[in-house]
């Protein structure tokens, strides 16, 4: 009982910070709202209906799979904040798992995610995108879950990285490609042997094929854009998920251990 509770004050922390800091709130809604409202007209205009597909519609579904994935993985960076206030310190000598201490940080940082689903899916009302009872109902635990894989994706990458100021840096090396690889905007299934293995192992890219197929499959009459098999993007997630939670926790108490 200890451990759940210890899991939910980190992540209620973690969300008292969001609505605390008025910077973060509106960065975190202008990107994916901007890109919503004028990539995915703007890309209607100018290419219309290539294969059928919605354009428009297209890019909603992979704003709204980016945006909670990404929202999640960079919020990790609050660990290092933690840890350079020596707050993770304070947490690391109590008598609780470390599992639960990384749990708390990605439940907490999913949660805080959640909100730019929400204004997402607002913005796609208002431009005229049609979504169904069951296709929100079936959004709303998907996006959840795929903040939650963006959270592992970050502690990963965050493990051994012993500052903000380096975590900001190499953040966007590691983000920016995955928009395109990920097909958060373009299709990607006849892409080039070497671009095709880059988008395979790609973490974005599955969170967004996740989400496309609850789209996609609770939507009548639309023609859906080409997706993995869902077996398989459900594999990949999992495996995915479990790798880098283990891998990614294991590095980040190795590394507290070491200070």
């Given at each position: 009982?200890?451990?759940?509770?210890?899991?939910?004050?980190?992540?209620?922390?973690?969300?008292?910070?969001?609505?605390?800091?008025?910077?973060?709130?509106?960065?975190?809604?202008?990107?994916?709202?901007?890109?919503?409202?004028?990539?995915?007209?703007?890309?209607?205009?100018?290419y219309g209906q290539p294969g059928g597909v919605e354009v428009t519609t297209f890019v909603f579904t992979g704003v709204i799979a980016q945006s909670v994935w990404q929202s999640a993985s960079m919020g990790i960076i609050s660990l290092i904040a933690d840890r350079e206030e020596?707050?993770?310190?304070?947490?690391?000598?109590?008598?609780?798992?470390?599992?639960?201490?990384?749990?708390?940080?990605?439940?907490?940082?999913?949660?805080?995610?959640?909100?730019?689903?929400?204004?997402?899916?607002?913005?796609?009302?208002?431009?005229?995108?049609?979504?169904?009872?069951?296709?929100?109902?079936?959004?709303?635990?998907?996006?959840?879950?795929?903040?939650?894989?963006?959270?592992?994706?970050?502690?990963?990458?965050?493990?051994?990285?012993?500052?903000?100021?380096?975590?900001?840096?190499?953040?966007?090396?590691?983000?920016?490609?995955?928009?395109?690889?990920?097909?958060?905007?373009?299709?990607?299934?006849?892409?080039?042997?070497?671009?095709?293995?880059?988008?395979?192992?790609?973490?974005?890219?599955?969170?967004?094929?996740?989400?496309?197929?609850?789209?996609?499959?609770?939507?009548?009459?639309?023609?859906?854009?080409?997706?993995?098999?869902?077996?398989?993007?459900?594999?990949?997630?999992?495996?995915?998920?479990?790798?880098?939670?283990?891998?990614?926790?294991?590095?980040?108490?190795?590394?507290?251990?070491?200070?």
């Amino acid at each position: 009982m200890s451990e759940v509770s210890a899991v939910l004050v980190i992540a209620h922390r973690d969300l008292v910070k969001l609505l605390r800091d008025r910077l973060r709130i509106f960065a975190d809604f202008a990107l994916p709202l901007t890109l919503v409202l004028l990539l995915g007209p703007t890309l209607q205009a100018g290419y219309g209906q290539p294969g059928g597909v919605e354009v428009t519609t297209f890019v909603f579904t992979g704003v709204i799979a980016q945006s909670v994935w990404q929202s999640a993985s960079m919020g990790i960076i609050s660990l290092i904040a933690d840890r350079e206030e020596d707050f993770s310190q304070e947490i690391f000598v109590s008598p609780i798992s470390r599992y639960s201490i990384v749990a708390g940080k990605i439940i907490g940082e999913s949660l805080v995610a959640l909100p730019q689903a929400l204004a997402v899916i607002v913005l796609a009302v208002l431009l005229g995108i049609h979504l169904s009872p069951l296709t929100l109902i079936l959004l709303l635990p998907t996006v959840l879950a795929m903040a939650v894989f963006g959270g592992a994706f970050g502690i990963l990458v965050l493990s051994n990285i012993n500052s903000q100021r380096t975590a900001n840096q190499i953040f966007p090396f590691v983000m920016l490609p995955q928009f395109f690889l990920a097909g958060v905007f373009n299709p990607i299934h006849d892409l080039p042997p070497v671009l095709a293995f880059l988008s395979a192992i790609s973490p974005m890219r599955w969170a967004v094929e996740a989400v496309r197929h609850v789209y996609y499959g609770t939507q009548s009459g639309l023609v859906t854009p080409e997706l993995s098999p869902i077996p398989l993007v459900v594999a990949v997630i999992a495996g995915s998920f479990l790798a880098f939670i283990v891998a990614g926790t294991a590095l980040f108490v190795r590394s507290e251990r070491n200070r």
